[in-house]
């Protein structure tokens, strides 16, 4: 089924540790993005890729990086991980950046201790 | 100011009644607009999206949009309980693709 697949679905996250989340599409969307969502404040945009080998910041990047080596992989790296990024984390993807129609895929909540 | 508005209910509405969403926003140069669903612990769900004034249909699904007053709004028709869920009206500022999504509404429909 075609669709965006996140891993892992849920992790427990020491304070101070690294972690990656995964995020693979079969679409052929050329354009990827991460959000994180937490109660009060909405999606608020992490990082985004427009196309394959390019990225860029959204609202709130700080303690995050992405890559995007190629057109089906967005993963998203938090370097250090610290409490405030307890969240859940969604990637989506849109045919192209002028067609925003964005497709989520099913979230991972991480939380950091 | 928030950049995207919305209540945030809950809004009750008896079965098979209609129910109005309304989302404002705040920048005047926004170019496209989206209403996604989201059930409670899963992944938002893009349900409508509309880039012209006027209405747009699909199904038990209308969205309004008016550029001149910045709002958007969504109408469900005949609701139902499966349309229980939290919206989130999002908004579209320029042509990389960002959204800036409001808040969202929460939506019950009591049989």
């Known amino acids: 089924i075609a669709g965006i697949t996140q891993a892992p679905t849920s992790q427990i996250l020491a304070a101070g540790r690294r972690m990656t989340l995964r995020c693979t599409q079969d679409?052929?969307?050329?354009?990827m993005y991460w959000y994180r969502q937490d109660l009060g404040l909405g999606l608020r945009l992490i990082h985004y890729?427009?196309?394959?080998?390019?990225?860029g910041k959204g609202e709130v990047p700080d303690g995050y990086s992405v890559s995007r080596a190629n057109t089906d992989d967005f993963p998203l790296t938090l370097a250090s991980a610290v409490p405030s990024q307890t969240s859940v984390y969604f990637c989506?993807?849109?045919?192209?950046?002028?067609?925003?129609?964005?497709?989520f895929g099913p979230g991972t909540r991480l939380t950091v201790t | 100011q928030k950049e995207v508005e919305q209540n945030s209910g809950p809004l009750s509405v008896p079965e098979g009644a209609i129910a109005s969403l309304n989302c404002t926003y705040s920048?005047?140069?926004?170019?496209?607009f989206f209403w996604y669903r989201q059930y409670s612990g899963k992944s938002p769900e893009l349900i409508m999206f509309?880039?012209?004034?006027g209405d747009k249909e699909d199904g038990r699904f209308t969205a309004q949009l008016n550029k001149a007053s910045q709002y958007v709004s969504l109408l469900i028709r005949d609701s139902q309980p499966s349309d229980s869920a939290t919206y989130l009206c999002?908004?579209?500022?320029?042509?990389?693709?960002?959204?800036?999504f409001g808040a969202g509404t929460q939506v019950v429909v009591t049989p």
């Open positions: 999002a908004v579209g500022r320029d042509s990389w693709g960002k959204l800036q």
């Open positions: 679409m052929r969307h050329n354009a």
């Open positions: 989506a993807s849109s045919e192209s950046p002028g067609r925003n129609e964005q497709y």
């Open positions: 509309i880039y012209s004034n």
């Open positions: 920048d005047r140069g926004s170019q496209s």
């Open positions: 890729s427009n196309t394959a080998g390019t990225t």
